[in-house]
Structure formats: C-alpha cells, structure tokens
C-alpha cells in the first residue's frame, strides 16, 4: 500500500504535467472507443473467432483505464454523439 505523502506527490507531479498525462490518457481511450466501433461491424460482419478477438481487446482496454464495461458504452454512446455532431457540422452527414 502506497502512503498519503505519495499520493500527494504524484499528485503534484501529475498537475504539473497534465498535459502530457492527459494525452496519455486520451490515446488509450481512442483505442477503445474503435476497438468498440470495430467491435460493432465485426459482430456483423465477422467471423466469431474476429468477435473473440475484439471483445478481449476491448476487456483488456477497459481494465487498462480502470472504468467498467457500463462506463465504456456510456462514455462511446457520447463519443458517437460527438463524432455525428462534427460530421453534421462538416457537412459529412449521410443522410
């Protein structure tokens, strides 16, 4: 078990690098939000053995942030909302 002093100080040494610890961060989301999205074309269009694969990708990137696989859908329901919002503003929209 880490101490409250070595809370403290990573703490502080994660503010002060926040921008480099947020990318981190972000990359690793990135990564499941598409294993998620290739998930949901796979489940369709692939093989069971493909649908394995991805869902243990997306088990190991879900353990890897530290959410549940709840959080997961919820935080890709929002990343999709963004994606069709950027679209949508872009002139991207399918329909």
Same mark, same amino acid.
């Given at each position: 078990? =880490?101490?409250?002093s %070595?809370e ?7 503010? =002060? ?6 990318d981190?961060i972000?990359?690793? $989301?990135?990564?499941?939000f598409?294993?998620?999205?290739d $998930? %949901? =074309? ?6 069971e ?7 243990? %990708? ?11 696989e709840?959080?997961?859908?919820l935080?890709y329901?929002? =990343? ?10 872009c ?5």
């Amino acid at each position: 078990m =880490y101490r409250q002093s %070595e809370e403290q100080i990573a703490r502080q040494i994660i503010e =002060y690098n926040k921008t480099t610890v947020l990318d981190g961060i972000a990359k690793k $989301y990135a990564r499941l939000f598409k294993a998620i999205k290739d $998930y %949901e =074309y796979i489940s369709i269009k692939g093989t069971e053995i493909e649908e394995q694969d991805i869902s243990i %990708e997306i088990n190991c990137l879900v353990e890897e942030v530290g959410i549940t696989e709840d959080d997961a859908r919820l935080m890709y329901a929002e =990343y999709e909302m963004i994606v069709d919002d950027w679209k949508n503003a872009c002139g991207e929209n399918d329909g």
